[in-house]
């Protein structure tokens, strides 16, 4: 290959995964190939290789797309470090991932969920991805902090609920993750229960509804 410079590679390299992105759009993560992102970028399967190692590697960028754009751990921080109740502790923080969920859906549509689910799957490609993303550890942070926050409730004594805490976070993480796999069916559900949702905030107007069940379970009483 002719030496280029950095920028023409470097908008090669991006005009590649902009075409991996559409070409996701209209068929399923698993089912892509190569040749239908060479297809789509207009270049030949071989020449994806002067930018590229694999598909795998291509989807490992747009993961690190999304995550250098949505990640949102330090605003968790700033929630969780805050001296406002605890009551709009858990709300300010639900929202939030809510909002992280509505971002990723807005900008990649199903496609993260589907790589997740993809990668999960493969105990060997997985392996490979977790080398070379830069995975968003948001939900990860999240929960640790719930927990902490739950402790630290606990043991000042303005936590009184009689429900263990690993059955709330169990809970918790069930729905979260459930959430991010049926966004597309919240606007029939908030429909059929007669609700009034303003387009690209599903996600966090579900997210702040299962906080006020996590304020019931935890019973709060305020320091």
Known sequence: MPKVGKEYFADKKNAIIAAAIRVCESKPAYAVTLRDIAREAKISTGGIYNYFTSIDEIFSEIINMAHDELSFANELKNIFDSDIPPEQIIIESFAAIGRMMDGLHRQFGSLISEL????????????????????????????????????????????????????????????????DDGLGFIKDNAKRFNIEIEKGMEAEKTMMSLAYVVIELLNIENP
Request: charged share 30%; no cysteine; aromatic share 10%.
């Open 116 to 179: 997740a689910h993809l990668y999960i799957a493969d105990d060997e490609r997985r392996k490979k991805m977790e080398e070379i993303t830069r995975i968003n550890d948001g939900l990860a942070v999240f929960y640790r902090m719930l927990e902490n926050f739950i402790d630290e409730g606990v043991a000042n004594s303005y936590f009184k609920t009689n429900i263990p805490k690993k059955q709330i976070l169990f809970m918790v993480a069930n729905m979260v993750e459930g959430l």
